[in-house]
């Protein structure tokens, strides 16, 4: 069955580290990736979004990397705040013109 | 700005009373989506249009309807809402029919509770 997977429901770390959050997904090929955060009673709000021949993608402090070989996307925060704190959602197109999927989310939260 | 207005943000019901919850875009975006989200659930695609074309997810229940009369508004309609409907309903859209090279932009929800 196809299945979009992120790796913890919640990830604590400390103000200043690097987060690295996980999303894998099984019997998918998308050829694009999407990343959104989603804050408390909001709706999710868009990030990035990386194509499956880009690797890596970057905006100030974000990056993700898409690898269609071990069908996983990291997504990484440097530099972490709290205001950081956060569900960070990954969502993918299975096919074609299909609307994303989504995951559950990983729910972060940057300690001080 | 442009964006993406849900009404109302919170939505008390009766158990089988109607209700109908609303969005708007001033976005003219072409696409627009209704999704379901539980507590520290996925968000999950109800139906979407581009343009008029109305699109039903397979596992979507009955009780759930849809209108869009314009480009910018959109309805989600609960004909007879149960326990298991308690939800935070998002809306949002995305600007074409490429749906997957673009984002979507969402509105803030409302949460519906069932009495």
């Known amino acids: 069955s196809q299945k979009i997977e992120q790796n913890s429901e919640a990830l604590n770390i400390q103000e200043g580290k690097t987060a690295t959050l996980t999303c894998n997904y099984t019997?998918?090929?998308?050829?694009?990736l999407q990343w959104y955060r989603q804050d408390p009673g909001r709706g999710p709000v868009f990030l990035l979004l990386?194509?499956?021949?880009?690797k890596e993608k970057r905006k100030e402090r974000l990056k993700v990397t898409f690898d269609t070989t071990l069908k996983q996307s990291l997504f990484h925060i440097t530099a972490s705040q709290p205001a950081d704190s956060a569900t960070y959602l990954c969502?993918?197109?299975?096919?074609?013109?299909?609307?994303?999927?989504f995951g559950k989310g990983t729910r972060l939260s940057v300690i001080a | 700005d442009a964006m993406v207005i849900q009404n109302p943000r919170y939505q008390v019901t009766q158990f089988g009373k109607p209700v109908t919850l609303s969005c708007s875009q001033t976005l003219n975006h072409n696409v627009m989506y209704w999704y379901q989200q539980k507590s520290s659930q996925a968000p999950k695609l109800l139906f979407h249009?581009?343009?008029?074309?109305?699109?039903n997810e397979a596992d979507t229940p009955d009780n759930f309807q849809s209108r869009r009369p314009n480009t910018s508004f959109c309805f989600l309609d609960i004909r007879s809402p149960g326990l298991g409907d308690a939800a935070m309903y998002l809306c949002?859209?995305?600007?074409?029919?490429?749906?997957?090279?673009?984002?979507?932009?969402f509105g803030d929800g409302t949460r519906l509770s069932i009495l």
């Open positions: 990386i194509r499956e021949n880009e």
């Open positions: 949002a859209t995305s600007k074409d029919s490429d749906v997957r090279n673009q984002p979507q932009h």
């Open positions: 249009y581009y343009d008029k074309d109305f699109n």
């Open positions: 019997n998918y090929s998308p050829a694009y």
């Open positions: 969502a993918l197109a299975p096919s074609g013109n299909t609307p994303l999927v």
